[in-house]
């Protein structure tokens, strides 16, 4: 990098560019939108037949090309904020030498060389001739120190400030030269492939990408204003709020993971962040299952002519030591992935609003975690967030999404001109036994606080959207149940009540012996269990276990809540479409508590 070439380089002309491809993010992520929750939607709602499904399925891969544009123009624009900012520096520290020089007589030439005129130092008789220094870069101590001493004995008093601006002017041109060398591989790399197709191993490039981009951009991305440590989620609201748009379309851009699991923040918001690290997972995760070899014939005939009369090949346990485990979690953890992107597809299918994916990791807490909402939970009247119990993980989605599905069909059917959401909070560890695990309260003493902080930044959002939080309602399933009742004792009796409602099915005990002590009165708390041996078995398991204080549960009529009728038959029941336990919960939902029919 020359003189003449950072003069002449204007760092505007890259930030305009950043701010054309955050449009275009903008746009593809707008297209996206259209895609699935308009065209898609419409198909889904009113259309059916080999054609329909056809175009669903070529949709969708228009969708997730979108989704790629959106990730990958956010880096591109990142990158040139980054290129842009650590160039401006550098310009202006040679603008800034160049300037003094001038103003202390000194010329600046073409080479970055400074020439200094004719002078005299205090009791001399006569000037010294002026001349041409070159400046050195770096900080050799060495160096800086002959170079004073140099100064300090030159009989020309403007010597020694032509050294220090032809430094200066060094320093500044080393750190443009630096920075170019740095970002031209980083703006090269961030090049698509020219084919129209987005393949996994295009999404497992853009964490390459990311990781690029973010070293490269250190010192840009510091001067964005980081998020406080162990921010509430009001104060991440008001973090967010106070970036530029520039500045947040560039933090989502290279911190997807951190901004799709902050409370607080609107829920488009973190749907964009959990989409881009799922699909990146997907791939990465599908790349990983295709290198596993291919699994050996498992059993052959026992040639010994003994009982049984087939064993288990050789070839097949050395296959499955090395690869077994591994291809049962990525196979288990890609089921699940696939249940999230199938209910995104489903969107309009029996009237089923947009999804949010408002928490997603797939290792997290041991078993994975995700949080998906039916419909924008900032904006709805009334919202549903339900918690699932005993053995509820990633690679179970399917059966689970399906619940709140249920749950938002029948709520929206109760109170048709109301916008409904409801939510499957997937945020803790869940027990993964019935006997020697969901008999501690440890997972909900873990599992409480966190799902407290989110419903915390529901409210928030809620109230950043339109200044209004929704009637919102949480249900616990089982083992669930327990961390909705340590979530509701969570917090300081003091701070607004996220909260309207409480329904327990099928509940354990909730870590307390009455329904006042959740914190919104017992006439908001509502129980109910099932006929079946097996939710028998879940709720005196419980009450033995001391899941309940002193032995109650929330079915107990010493417990003080409402106790609603239910025709389940078994634990698993409580949900089944067309069921009154379902309805009985919908209307909770929707704050039609005149139609919940409860037990005499």
Sequence with gaps: MDLATLKALKPSEFENAADGYRATAAMADAAKDTVDNQISA???????????????????????????VQTECGLVSTALNGFAFDMASAKRKLEAAIEDARADHCTVHADGSVGYPAGRKPGEEKDTAGGTVTGS???????????????????????????????????????????????????????????????????????????????????YLDSIKPPPKEATPEESAAWWKGLTP?????????????????????????????????????????????????????????????????????????????????????EGALKGMQAIQDRFDRT?????????????????????????????????????????????????????????????TASHQLSPGRSISTILWLDYNAPNSVITEATSGDYAAEGGPRLHDFLEGNRVAQQTADGTPSHTTVLGHSYGSTVVGV??????????????????????????????DLGIGSEHVWAMSANGMDDWIVREGGRTAGLGDNGIIPTDEEFGANIMKSDARSHKEFYDEGSLSLANQAAVIAGRYSKVQREQ
């Excluded at 030159?154 to 200066?168: C, K, Q, W």
Aim: hydrophobic share 35%; glycine share 8%; charged share 25%.
């Design 42 to 68: 419409g198909i889904n709602h009113q259309l059916k037949g080999a054609t329909a499904t056809a175009a669903l399925r070529e949709l969708a891969a228009v969708s997730r090309n979108f989704q790629y």
């Design 137 to 219: 870069a770096g900080s050799d101590p060495t160096a800086d120190a002959l170079e004073r001493q140099a100064a300090n004995i030159h009989p020309n008093p403007y010597y020694g400030v032509a050294i220090e601006y032809a430094d200066r002017i060094a320093d500044a041109l080393r750190e443009a030269t630096e920075a170019d060398a740095k970002w031209e591989p980083k703006l090269r790399s961030l090049r698509a492939d020219d084919d129209l197709v987005v393949s996994n191993r295009d999404w497992t490039d853009v964490a390459s990408d990311r990781g690029g981009v973010t070293d490269a951009a250190d010192t």
């Design 246 to 330: 520039e500045q947040q379309a560039d933090y989502l851009a290279v911190h997807p993971n951190a901004i799709g699991a902050m409370n607080g923040l609107p829920s488009d918001i973190r749907d964009d962040a959990n989409r881009m690290v799922l699909d990146e997972t997907r791939a990465k995760y599908q790349l990983d299952l295709n290198t596993i070899p291919k699994e050996p014939v498992k059993y052959t005939a026992n040639t010994n002519g003994s009982y049984p009369a087939a064993v288990i090949t050789p070839e097949w346990r050395q296959w499955n030591d090395k690869y077994g485990a591994k291809k049962d979690r990525l």
């Design 348 to 408: 309009g299918e029996k009237g089923l609003p947009e999804a949010y994916l408002l928490g997603f990791d797939p290792t997290g807490l041991g078993d994975g975690r995700i949080i998906l909402a039916n419909g924008n939970p900032d904006t709805a009247d009334h919202v549903g967030v339900w918690v699932p119990g005993t053995k509820a993980s990633l690679e179970s989605t399917r059966g689970d999404l399906g619940r709140t599905e249920g749950l938002w």
């Design 487 to 516: 979530a509701a004792q969570t917090g300081s009796w003091q701070e607004p009540k996220a909260a309207d409602d409480y329904v327990f099915a099928g509940s354990p005990g909730v870590q307390a012996d009455r329904a006042r």
